[in-house]
């Protein structure tokens, strides 16, 4: 990898990085599809998925069958080479998401990039002893709330994102952070980016609907994609750029000022329930 850079890129994983919901997939493709939409109004996702895997377990499927399944979620081609020039540019790249621990690295172990992420964030996914998967909530909320009314009580991106901050911030090391998301539960961290930041919205996803809404509320430039072509051409303009504005600064004889622009959001429709939303 070349000399680190002071950019941070955080993906989400779901619709982000793969182009489907891996929940969604493996249920699916496993035939669990009409169990799970009975019993989503019930309770939490996270909480459904932990039984999912239960009901999984019951009906014979093995860990293997379910790896099987991961292997062959669809991803756009361009995904990869961006992670991979991101990564040789000298950015950070983390993940956080409201997938599992076992999905996720199964499925970037299969690619080829799990040595690209230097952290995965996401809800805990542990085969038991008896050979079952349990997911269980990044954040327990039978013990205490995670205390945001935005996001579902598993999980609030928020709080990771802040912690990046701060770790950054105690090493005196001055962050430049790209945030690519989808989902409903993108959309409080959003709010956590600050000026310099760019916010990378699924344009027509929810998190792009929660922006357009009031696009004012977030600092960070915002810049949208829809798909994996978008994603990496938009990523690397946004790397470069910066990049070339960090070598104009450090120039003796150079002094810039760097606005805010954002790109055009056209509010169109309401928000998903949270609840329901990744």
């Known amino acids: 990898m070349a000399n680190k850079n002071n950019i941070v890129i955080v993906f989400d994983f779901d619709k982000t990085i793969i182009d489907v919901d891996s929940d969604n997939w493996v249920v699916d493709e496993l035939g669990f599809t009409e169990l799970f939409e009975q019993l989503l109004p019930t309770m939490p996702w996270n909480s459904l998925m932990d039984r999912m895997m239960k009901e999984l377990y019951d009906h014979g499927k093995t860990i293997e069958e379910i790896k099987q399944v991961l292997r062959r979620i669809p991803i756009h081609p361009r995904v990869i080479p961006a992670i991979k020039s991101a990564h040789a540019l000298g950015c ?4 956080v998401s409201d997938a599992n621990t076992f999905f ?5 172990e299969h690619l080829g990039i799990s040595e690209y992420f230097s952290e995965i964030n996401t809800n805990p996914g542990v085969v038991d002893e008896q050979g079952r998967l349990r997911i269980s909530p990044y954040h327990d909320f ?3 709330s995670h205390g945001c009314s935005r996001c579902p009580p598993n999980m609030c991106k928020s709080l990771i994102i802040e912690r990046i901050q701060a770790s950054f911030t105690k090493e005196g090391n001055k962050m430049k ?3 690519l998301g989808d989902g409903a539960g993108d959309y409080c961290p959003s709010l956590r980016l600050k000026a310099e930041d760019y916010m990378m919205p699924r344009k027509n996803f929810p998190v792009w609907d929660l922006i357009s809404q009031n696009p004012g ?3 960070a430039t915002v810049r949208d994609w829809t798909d994996g072509e978008a994603m990496e051409r938009i990523l690397m303009g946004l790397i470069n750029e910066i990049m070339e504005m960090e070598k104009m600064v450090s120039s003796d004889h150079c002094k810039i000022s760097v606005g805010i622009v954002h790109e055009p959001l056209l509010p169109i429709s309401l928000p998903v329930p949270l609840h329901l939303v990744k």
């Open 217 to 219: 509320l977030v600092k």
């Open 104 to 108: 996720i690295e199964t499925i970037v």
């Open 177 to 179: 952070m790209i945030y």
């Open 92 to 95: 950070e790249l983390r993940i």
């Open 142 to 144: 039978t013990k205490s």
